[in-house]
């Protein structure tokens, strides 16, 4: 659909930097419009019944199984992630429209008797309404569904506002679930060049209900201000910084997978990405030289060749931002053990970097890295391995590996973070409840607590 002022933007190829697409350019007028329509649809949303809505999204859900190959395809043109990475990420969405085509109708409330036996306390769940959805760039698929998938279960209708990098994967979904059966207006996209105008003007409009955000902490914290002028119902999926704990007694070559997982899935552009190693010293020269060697073999090249395993990054900045941060931390006295030098020639690409001897208070365990390149602290005992895993204002997710089960739950107990993968480099799974606490946000998605986000609970003091 055309924007009201008739403006469009190009979508880039990462691998060249060149236009692949244009888009229609949504304004503050469209995005009311937006609203509009999602408050028309909403009470006949939420009378759907809940088996209804659920069939709906299982069908959105194999559509997507059919079309995955071409969704594929798509994400790696506007994301550059390689299409082995793309292929993940559409099993991945495509399991939160199964997840929550089966907790629509697991919506529960309860009913107890008051304390003094004067009445009985009956509690519902109601859909939020409307919901105002805005999406990062490097999970394009995903991040939609894991909102859209238990908004729609719930009985809310949303506007989804794509990051303006990758508004294609968006569309695309858009359209799968209208040929799903969601009727007119319950789910509409609003790409924009100019998100923070937007967005406020939906947070101003009083008929929007729920705001659900993933992308950084520093957005994150701005909308959370808006958010409040109408006191909106939110839920924040922040930046990360997570760190990966090797212990001594870990097993290595488990170790060494999990830290290919968990630093390279999507090339390192991910919120759960491992963004500081920390290795007991016994098993650091190890760990550093089969990491370093495991890194150097990747294959790096455009995401749609099938060839690729690491693409090139989505844009300009962030792979500015990864070059800045390594220099810094070579500045500071690290050594590179593999990459550490941005290649020249068109397209962002990064080469997969190990860094070790990296300072403490280097910028690069400060901030998220969001690019292929692990840095390296060596640790001695438990005790220092908490202290600096928790040595963050991040708490979304952290990876530990022990051979010694007693220890990795109480170490697990003590990291300041959300979630955490004891011996395993991946946590994402759309029936788990997927969320950070400090500042990587407030609330969870997947798992029966990401279909509670968008239900309000109504008691009723009833006597009979
Ligand atoms: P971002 O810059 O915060 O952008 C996220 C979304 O917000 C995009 O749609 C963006 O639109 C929009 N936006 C930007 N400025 C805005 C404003 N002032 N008002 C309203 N909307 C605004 O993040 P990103 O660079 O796309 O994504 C990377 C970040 O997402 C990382 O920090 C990563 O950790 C985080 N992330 C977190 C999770 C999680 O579950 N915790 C998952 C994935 C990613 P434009 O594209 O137009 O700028």
Redesign the pocket.
Known sequence: MAASSGNRFDVLDPATGEAVASVADGGEADAIAAVDAAAAAGPAWAATPPRVRGEVLRKAFELMTERAAALAELISRENGKALTDAKGEVTYAAEFFRWFAEEAVRIDGNLTSAPGGTNRILVTRQPVGVCVL??????PAA?ATRKIGPALAAGCTVVL?????TPLTALAMAAILAEAGVPEGVVNVLP??S??KV??AMLRDARVRKLS????????R??LAQAAENVVNTSM????NAPFLVFADADLDAAIEGAMLAKMRNGGE??TAANRFFVEAAVADEFSRRLAQRMSALVVGPGTDEKTQVGPLVNEDTVAKVDALVKGALEAGASAVTGGTRPDGPGFYYPPTVLTGVGADAAILRE?I?GPVAPIVTFTGEEEAVRLANDTEYG?VAYLYTGDLARGLRVSEKIEAGMVGLNRGLVSDPAAP???VKQ??IGR?GGHEGLLEYLESKYIAVNW
Not at 213 to 220: A, K, L, M, Y
Request: charged content about 15%; hydrophobic content about 35%.
């Open positions: 805005v999406t990062p760039w490097n999970f991040m506002k794509p990051a303006s990098d924009s060049r998100s923070g967005v406020s955000f993933t992308g950084s902490t520093e957005v994150g701005i909308l999926e922040l930046g990360g991910a919120c998220e969001f979304l997927f969320g950070g990587s946000g998605e």
